[in-house]
Nanobody, 112 residues
């Protein structure tokens, strides 16, 4: 069974940066699209950014220009670089492989 393990979350001040990482077990990582999602308390989970197997990226409007998704197929890892963080970015962030497997999530808190 595939496992996805996120890391890199935490508490950061507004305007700060964090880089999330998600390591995916198993083979054929390079063949899968990967996505970062987030869920704030009382809200639905939403897609933040995605990257295809050919490294084509898409972003939610709220992330465009501030977040960058990337992948390292040699390390079975997908990243989310988050800059100029805002309080409204506070949420639990999840990575997802394709349309099936989810990580356990990692908390990001943006607060002064």
């Amino acid at each position: 069974q595939v496992q996805l393990v996120e890391s890199g979350g935490g508490l950061v001040q507004p305007g700060g940066s964090l880089r999330l990482s998600c390591v995916v077990s198993g083979n054929m990582f390079s063949l899968y699209a990967m996505g970062w999602y987030r869920q704030a308390p009382g809200k639905q989970r939403e897609l933040v950014a995605s990257i295809s197997s050919s490294a084509i990226t898409t972003y939610a409007d709220s992330a465009q220009g501030r977040f960058t998704i990337s992948r390292d197929n040699a390390k079975n890892t997908v990243y989310l670089q988050m800059n100029n963080l805002k309080p409204e970015d506070t949420a639990k962030y999840y990575c997802r492989r394709g349309y099936d497997s989810w990580g356990q999530g990692i908390q990001v808190i943006v607060s002064a």
